[in-house]
């Protein structure tokens, strides 16, 4: 069955068909079981060729891609902007976009406002650079930053909940690293939550996820399950500079994507796929910047992965990945942030 988003004359109606489409909790929307992550089209990822961008967002919608996110704090607006460009032209049936409030600059003095002043402000600006009249999901971005979870209850939900009642977006969701935080808010709240985004939870090193995936089932929350490839940890190229995780987990990584150069393959494609496996998760979010990129992950989808790739998946997770005892950074960017902040 297609998806409601399928667009007759506009998709690739075969590319179509063979993608999975996965409810996403208790919004109606069935979701593609990839989605593109607008994270790499601002300026934490490096740089990139907008056009090439552009024309991988297109090119994956085309393809049966039908969920975008993206946010401010991606490059202060920069991935919401060059997302709008590429969505110039295409019918809006035929995605479903989310962005997000809360997070912002690069400077910690300016990167957290969880005000509903701030959340008013900053969506109205969203819409414009994204050039649309509304989205689907609008997200609390990474509630842990907040001063207390009350802020967030009491200004920027209530104030999203009016942007949905003005039929700027549809449904509400939040985000975070410390997926306890998400499972409090929503049984603090008497917002709407629809969706959660966890990301780096379900990994090849990290299973934290799976302990509240009953929790979000209970309550027909929708799972996004963001970077597989751990924000870069687990792929060839290797982490940004300012990626959280300890030395020691780095360099077992470093090892494993060294022993998968030397078979000629891409440790973020065994790292995706393993992911993929949980039939719990609605879509899983990749940050993509080209479209060699986007097919690689296209495939992954559709076509899994060889015997030969599990093979070594298998001996890289028994000779490497198996002796990382630090397995996440929680709390360790929140000290640094609140330390910061107390000066």
């Not at 297109?58 to 049966?64: A, E, L, N, S, V």
């Amino acid at each position: 069955m297609l998806p409601a988003t399928y667009v007759e004359g506009f998709h690739d109606l075969e590319a179509v068909k063979k993608m999975e489409y996965r409810p996403l909790g208790k919004t109606g929307l069935m979701v593609s079981k990839l989605s593109f992550g607008g994270g790499p089209l601002g300026v934490h990822y490096g740089t990139y060729d907008e056009d090439k961008a552009i024309e991988a967002i297109r090119h994956g919608i085309k393809q049966g891609i039908n969920y975008i996110d993206t946010a401010p704090w991606y490059g202060q607006g920069h991935s919401e902007l060059v997302i709008g460009k590429a969505l110039q032209g295409i019918p809006r049936k035929a995605y479903y976009i989310a962005t997000k409030v809360g997070r912002y600059e690069l400077n910690y003095e300016n990167m957290f406002n969880f005000s509903k002043e701030k959340t008013r402000s900053s969506f109205t600006k969203s819409l414009k650079l994204l050039g649309l009249n509304y989205v689907d999901v609008i997200q609390v971005h990474d509630i842990e930053f907040a001063p207390n979870l009350d802020i967030v209850i009491t200004q920027t939900l209530p104030e999203l909940s009016k942007q949905v009642a003005d039929g700027k977006a549809k449904y509400i969701g939040i985000t975070g690293y410390p997926v306890s935080i998400l499972k409090e808010c929503i049984e603090k709240s008497n917002i709407n939550i629809s969706c959660i985004l966890s990301y780096t939870r379900y990994t090849l090193i990290d299973n934290t996820l799976l302990e509240y995936i009953p929790f979000f089932k209970k309550h027909n929350i929708g799972i996004i399950n963001a970077s597989a490839p751990c924000m870069g940890l687990l792929t060839n190229k290797g982490p940004p500079d300012w990626h959280p995780s300890s030395e020691q987990t780095k360099k077992i990584c470093a090892d494993a994507a060294a022993c998968c150069k030397d078979h000629d393959i891409e440790l973020a494609k065994l790292a995706l796929w393993y992911s993929m496996q949980c039939k719990d998760i609605a879509t899983y979010l990749v940050g993509i910047q080209n479209i060699k990129e986007l097919n690689m992950n296209l495939d992954v989808i559709k076509n899994g992965i060889t015997e030969k790739e599990k093979i070594l998946l298998g001996e890289i997770q028994e000779k490497y990945l198996c002796k990382i005892t630090e397995k996440h950074w929680e709390d360790k960017e929140l000290q640094i942030y609140w330390e910061y902040m107390k000066k």
